[in-house]
């Protein structure tokens, strides 16, 4: 079948990328690395010896990064309804974390130890109808927000993907009752036209844990 010239225009954009380019060359498995590398090199997310739940990993390439940062003695699980290729020392837990038997699943991996770090790159597929794509987007950082919640030592920290657009200030406010600061991330890697947005919220509020 014949490309369409907009698939043709984003493949050429695909390929020209610098941090396509990049990640192929440090041997990453995708571009969306170089958004974590940034915000970690502003924010020092990550340190040795840390426990970190990745949300949404596949294909992996912000697992690839996190086991470097964390090791030696760190602890990762890495969860998403795609398959990821097995990576040393990431515990990858394949399904939904929403569901009962997953989640179960990815508690018994963690034995009660509370969480420094949650992550969550998730968004939804995409419909091509906008007000459903972006309620959908909000219900899944709703959901990671109510996993971090529950699991994060009082101290720790969660970084969660966002679009910018309806439901976006209402969660941010949800992340203002939940952490003592809530800030936002737009780092480089972020394409231009992209509507996409990073919080982080660190230090939870008295109370605000489950």
């Known amino acids: 079948m014949k490309r369409s010239n907009s698939s043709n225009t984003w493949l050429r954009e695909h390929e020209n990328d610098t941090y396509v380019q990049l990640s192929r060359k440090e041997g990453f498995r995708s571009r969306a690395v170089y958004k974590l590398t940034e915000i970690d090199a502003k924010d020092r997310l990550l340190r040795p010896g840390a426990t970190v739940?990745?949300?949404?990993?596949?294909?992996?390439?912000?697992?690839?990064y996190t086991?470097?940062?964390?090791?030696?003695?760190?602890?990762?699980?890495?969860?998403?309804?795609?398959?990821?290729?097995?990576?040393?020392?990431?515990?990858?837990?394949?399904?939904?974390?929403?569901?009962?038997?997953i989640l179960a699943q990815l508690d018994a991996r963690l034995g009660g130890r509370p969480v420094d770090l949650v992550l969550s790159d998730m968004a939804p597929n995409i419909s091509g109808i906008a007000s459903m794509d972006q309620a959908r987007a909000v219900n899944l950082a709703e959901m990671a927000l109510d996993f971090a919640r529950s699991r994060l030592a009082p101290d720790g920290a969660f970084l969660v993907k966002t679009f910018q657009g309806a439901g976006y200030p209402d969660f941010r406010n949800q992340m203002m009752q939940v952490f003592r600061t809530v800030a936002s991330r737009k780092p480089a890697a972020s394409r231009d036209r992209s509507s996409e947005q990073f919080l982080l919220g660190r230090h939870l509020k008295p109370g605000a844990g489950g």
Do not use: K
């Not at 739940?53 to 690839?64: E, I, T």
């Not at 964390?70 to 020392?89: C, H, K, N, Q, T």
């Open 53 to 64: 739940v990745d949300l949404g990993a596949a294909p992996g390439s912000w697992a690839q």
């Open 67 to 101: 086991i470097r940062r964390i090791s030696p003695g760190g602890r990762l699980v890495a969860v998403d309804l795609l398959d990821i290729e097995p990576l040393p020392g990431v515990e990858i837990i394949q399904g939904d974390f929403t569901d009962d038997a």
